[in-house]
């Protein structure tokens, strides 16, 4: 981040909760929305605290601060690993809490996407917009062999039915991830997904590779 910065912004109301390091970037996300509550601020902790108001804000910042780069583990020693195959996990710090996901090649550990975080939000959300990015970009890919691992029961069943059947309660702060469930449910009820969703065998081969390590 640039240290000359003058103002950062925290939008409560808005298409994207969450802190902003411009005004750009604020407006853009409360122009023309309904009830849109933002406010600026002089640093960046005093604009967290504010948008937090009354979490465990060390705790958040600490799990999110530990965003640690894929493992890089010589998976073909396990033969029962499909090598050609991506890895993507969700967190999330507190239920619900600030949530994001991502995706890993299996054989390199080469992230090759990430999301969030996005606020008020959960695990099993995290891990069912992992699975259905991941889908969705082998599609536009026109990749119809390379096998994805999840290590969530929950996702892999809601990925089957073609439903997200989370319990999270709809609040202005979490309208992203709605708008992302919302999304991800009509890609999968238009669409025939080809490859396999395979469950990851945490017992025997460790923590899947896309992990964020924070446990």
């Known amino acids: 981040m640039a240290s000359n910065r003058s103002k950062w912004y925290v939008v409560w109301v808005g298409t994207e909760p969450g802190v902003c390091d411009s005004w750009a970037e604020c407006e853009d996300r409360v122009k023309g929305y309904p009830g849109a509550r933002y ?14 108001n009354g979490e465990d804000e060390m705790a958040i910042l600490r799990a999110i601060a530990r965003h640690e780069p894929a493992r890089r583990i010589n998976y073909e020693a396990i ?14 710090a507190g239920v619900p809490g600030p949530m ?5 090649d299996v054989p390199t550990g080469a992230e090759l996407f990430h999301q969030g975080p996005f606020a008020n939000s959960t695990n099993n959300v995290g891990e069912f917009l992992a699975l259905v990015h991941a889908l969705a970009l082998l599609h536009q890919q026109g990749n119809n062999h390379t096998a994805i691992y999840s290590d969530s029961k929950t ?28 999304r991800a449910e009509r890609w999968l009820l238009t669409h025939e997904p080809v490859n396999r969703v395979l469950k990851w065998d945490t017992k025997n081969w460790g923590e899947i590779p896309a992990d964020f390590g924070r446990k």
Do not use: H
Not at 79 to 91: F, K, L, N, W, Y
């Open 100 to 104: 994001e996901y991502r995706g890993v």
């Open 155 to 182: 996702a892999i069943a809601w990925v089957r039915n073609r439903k997200c059947n989370s319990k999270l309660e709809r609040t202005p702060e979490n309208a992203r991830s709605f708008e992302l469930i919302a």
């Open 39 to 52: 406010k600026a601020y002089d640093t960046q902790e005093d604009a967290i605290m504010a948008f937090r």
């Open 79 to 92: 033969p029962e690993i499909v090598q050609d195959s991506i890895a993507v996990d969700g967190a999330c």
